[in-house]
């Protein structure tokens, strides 16, 4: 199955092509899960600070399915 | 008659009224570093009538690369004291108040009830979550920014909308190391926050409420997200006695 993956801000340095508002379309197996995706595009996981899958708060075993649109942001807190 | 604010008073929509608005507003920008530097300054050229500074550190070289408001002259002073005397050196119309060295949990509910909108220069998640639960408890606006490498974000929070934690669900204090910092990246960041509190306190154009705007100055894109506010919410939830009624 396919699902988009919307990286910002840190996280677009770990997906070589990664554009910050284009989403990645990736093929996935059926019941991957967010972690899955995550490990796939080789992005550390202790950088992912905030994972919404469809615009709703999830968590790295959400499972996904057909077509999810999946956001991940790292945790930005310099200023 | 002066002069300083014909550009504001010439705007469409602005007018004496915005002027007004601003002269009478109360801000506290909580931080007085990359981010606060540039906020600190718009805000005192804008003519907001009394500026709070929260800030304990004191001015070091490795600063001067980003930090606007301070010189060489200016090492191993305290920040705070610097940014005043920089604030009305510009503006001696307005008022500048050191309201504080540090907000916390314990300092933070004190520091932001004397103020009409509260602007986030902070370095570090506890002070943001602190932020957070003082503005929600006391129904205060905040602009939140926050930059990294070469990447920054916005974010507007206001009473009855989403809060801090309804992005971030579960934020990890401090779990990275510190990375550098591309010294225009707060300086545009916090350009965009004195833009968010400006319209906040004039009452123009749309605010980034519900909206986080996050810029990747490498490639020179920007994108915005959509984020509404979470029920479960800690903070802000339906259930907290703490947040405003949602």
Redesign the interface.
Same mark, same amino acid.
């Given at each position: 199955m396919r699902v988009g993956v919307h990286l910002f801000a840190t996280l677009l340095a770990y997906v070589p092509g990664a554009r910050l508002g284009e989403p990645l379309i990736i093929e996935v197996d059926a019941g991957a899960t967010v972690a899955d995706v995550i490990a796939r595009l080789g992005v550390p996981a202790e950088e992912v600070a905030i994972i919404m899958v469809n615009g709703l708060h999830r968590d790295a075993e959400h499972v996904l399915a057909e077509g999810d649109r999946l956001a991940l942001f790292p945790s930005i807190a310099g200023g | 008659m002066s002069e300083r604010y014909d550009r504001n008073l010439a705007l469409p929509g602005f007018g004496a009224a915005g002027q007004a608005r601003l002269a009478g507003a109360r801000v506290l920008v909580v931080?007085a570093?990359?981010?606060?530097s540039a906020i600190l300054h718009y805000l005192a050229a804008a003519g907001v009538g009394t500026i709070g500074i929260v800030e304990g550190d004191t001015v070091s070289e490795s600063n001067l690369q980003r930090q606007v408001l301070y010189t060489t002259n200016d090492l191993g002073r305290p920040k705070a004291e610097v940014a005043r005397a920089r604030l009305l050196a510009l503006n001696p119309e307005i008022c500048v108040e050191i309201a504080g060295a540090r907000l916390d949990d314990n300092t933070a509910p004190a520091l932001v009830g004397g103020y009409d909108l509260v602007v +986030? $220069?902070?370095?570090?998640?506890p002070a *943001?979550l602190a932020l957070n639960a003082a503005c929600t408890a006391a129904g205060k606006p905040w602009v939140h920014? $926050?930059?990294?490498?070469y990447?920054?974000?916005v974010t507007t929070f206001v009473p009855g909308g989403p809060c801090y934690c309804c992005? #971030?669900?579960s @934020?990890?204090p401090? $779990?990275?190391p @510190? *990375?550098g910092?591309l010294g225009p990246v @707060?300086g545009a960041i916090g350009a965009i926050q004195a833009t968010e509190a400006i319209k906040y306190l004039t009452g123009l154009g749309e605010l980034l409420v519900g909206r986080l705007l996050?810029m +990747?100055f490498l @490639?020179a *894109?920007? $994108?915005v997200?959509? #984020?509404?506010k +979470?029920p479960a919410c800690s903070v802000c939830g339906s259930g907290q006695q703490s947040g405003p009624a949602s």
């Open positions: - | 931080g570093g990359g981010l606060g +986030d $220069a902070t370095d570090n998640i *943001r920014g $926050a930059v990294s490498e990447t920054g974000q992005l #971030y669900r @934020p990890r401090q $779990a990275l @510190p *990375r910092i @707060p996050v +990747d @490639p *894109r920007c $994108a997200f959509n #984020y509404g +979470d």
